[in-house]
């Protein structure tokens, strides 16, 4: 039971990351000053836009892997076996 739960937060910080990377690199195209293209962005600005985009590209993996796997161990259905 307790793995499980442990699962299912994990499930969710998951989620609640992927949102973050979807928020940072809209917010970061979005707001920057008038005029501003981008590379003449400051390079904290191109490491954020990095790790964002590398969140919105690679958690949607792990957050279908984490659904599989808790509904293996609450159904019963075999995915990863």
Do not use: C, N
């Amino acid at each position: 039971m307790g793995s499980d739960f442990w699962l299912l937060g994990i499930t969710f910080v998951e989620i609640s990351a992927l949102s973050a990377g979807v928020e940072l690199v809209v917010s970061i195209l979005r707001t920057r000053t008038q005029g501003m293209a981008l590379h003449k962005m400051p390079l904290f600005a191109w490491y954020i836009l990095a790790m964002a985009l590398m969140i919105v590209v690679g958690f949607p993996p792990l957050i279908l892997g984490s659904i599989l796997l808790e509904l293996e161990r609450a159904v019963g259905m075999p995915f990863l076996k």
